[in-house]
């Protein structure tokens, strides 16, 4: 024997089990300086929030599963890892792969997914330690993998994940998939009108028109960050989720107890941007900040007033951002909608393996065709950008 420390990986019942430093000096360890993580949805905060208050866990489909790599007693990586008894809340569809190995008499859930439930944010979800990675996801790969084998489980799949690790996911052996949302990118605009002036002429007009046309709504919107939002916005918050999430998915993924739980542990990782009317709070977008980007998330209202859902989420966002030095805002999954307001296609990426080799072959095959899709609709989708001709956004 040689000495060397032996890597092993467990399944943990939840993040509650491991301490918070510890899984943060993996997911996050550039916010030792105090300042923001890049991703604010690997924390252990927010994993445990969901956790805590119930989101996730018994009766959700999503039980919480946590991998760590430990090299003798020191952990290494982490990943968020949950056994799935759906597919509601990945925002990566994989109904079809369900129902196609169902119809061939196979049973697709439970599943093993490393993600964040009801996220749609690109980040790591290999989370090692710095110089760890050689080491730290080829464990987790494995680990997951060796899990869904020793139970008879269909597969492993790892949503948002970054390019890097799609790219060394696909080396291991995994199918990469792609899809694209709608990303906006400070190009050194400075601030809004710095922005605005990158547009055409027709699209310059039109976006002061519509922000015009919001604002006229008879009320006025304020912004809450960190300390200054109180456990009052979430009551009124709360009421807009409610309404859009019977309305998305049938019932909300996020319980009521998260906001509580998040006005303790995740305020100052989020921004809060609430339109109020007679005295009333009528709409409101929960956005969440990391180091580089603002990332939209929740968005609902109890008044219809027009453009107002624009204003919220898209334009208010980039004021924050611009105002905030930020240089990215997420604005969610899907929405062609977004390309006229400055938000152009950008690639994601997730990770899948699938027990059944034919299956595998099968998947495999749909994968690389839907990657051809998506690359050239992004190709037409960029060309009808809003931007003036000649401009770096008109050029990628």
């Known amino acids: 024997m040689d000495g060397t420390p032996q890597i092993t990986v467990e399944a943990l019942g939840g993040v509650g089990e491991i301490d918070a430093a510890e899984w943060d000096a993996c997911a996050c360890p550039?916010?030792?300086?105090?300042?923001?993580?890049?991703?604010?949805?690997?924390?252990?905060?927010?994993?445990?929030?969901?956790?805590a208050s119930g989101s996730v866990g018994p009766g959700t489909g999503w039980q919480p599963r946590p991998l760590r790599v430990r090299r003798g007693g020191e952990t290494i990586a982490v990943a968020p890892l949950y056994v799935k008894g759906h597919s509601q809340g990945e925002y990566v569809f994989d109904h079809n792969w369900a129902h196609a190995w169902e119809r061939a008499g196979g049973d697709y859930y439970p599943k093993l997914q490393i993600a964040v439930p009801f996220t749609p944010a690109t980040g790591r979800r290999f989370l090692s330690r710095p110089g760890e990675e050689a080491t730290g996801m080829p464990a987790l790969v494995q680990g997951a993998v060796q899990i869904a084998a020793d139970n008879d489980l269909s597969g492993v799949h790892a949503t948002f994940c970054t390019e890097g690790e799609a790219l060394a996911g696909e080396r291991m052996g995994l199918l990469h998939r792609t899809h694209q949302?709608?990303?906006?990118?400070?190009?050194?605009?400075?601030?809004?009108?710095?922005?605005?002036?990158?547009?055409?002429?027709?699209?310059?007009?039109?976006?002061?028109?519509?922000?015009?046309?919001?604002?006229?709504?008879?009320?006025?919107?304020?912004?809450?960050?960190?300390?200054a939002i109180e456990p009052a916005h979430w009551d009124a918050f709360w009421r807009f989720y409610q309404d859009t999430g019977a309305r998305k998915w049938g019932s909300p993924y996020l319980t009521r107890r998260f906001f509580d739980v998040a006005q303790e542990t995740l305020r100052g990782d989020m921004v809060l941007i609430l339109a109020r009317r007679e005295g009333r709070w009528i709409a409101g977008a929960l956005n969440f900040a990391g180091r580089e980007t603002l990332f939209g998330r929740y968005w609902g209202c109890t008044e219809d007033h027009p453009m107002l859902h624009f204003e919220l989420c898209y334009y208010r966002a980039i004021d924050w951002a611009l105002e905030h030095g930020l240089k990215r805002v997420e604005a969610g999954a899907q929405g062609e909608h977004?390309?006229?307001?400055?938000?152009?296609?950008?690639?994601?990426?997730?990770?899948?393996?699938?027990?059944?080799?034919?299956?595998?072959?099968?998947?495999?095959?749909?994968?690389?065709?839907?990657?051809?899709?998506v690359d050239?609709?992004?190709?037409?989708?960029?060309?009808?950008?809003?931007?003036r001709r000649g401009t770096p956004e008109d050029r990628q």
């Open 30 to 51: 550039e916010a030792a300086d105090g300042g923001r993580p890049v991703d604010p949805f690997t924390t252990h905060r927010f994993l445990a929030a969901l956790e």
């Open 376 to 387: 050239h609709e992004a190709r037409i989708l960029t060309s009808y950008g809003p931007f």
């Open 181 to 227: 949302q709608f990303h906006w990118e400070d190009r050194g605009y400075g601030d809004w009108e710095g922005f605005l002036a990158s547009l055409s002429s027709r699209k310059r007009k039109d976006l002061r028109k519509e922000r015009e046309r919001a604002n006229a709504f008879g009320g006025e919107i304020l912004s809450f960050a960190g300390d």
């Open 338 to 373: 977004k390309l006229a307001r400055g938000y152009l296609p950008s690639r994601t990426h997730s990770l899948h393996w699938l027990a059944d080799e034919g299956f595998r072959e099968a998947v495999r095959q749909f994968c690389e065709a839907e990657g051809r899709q």
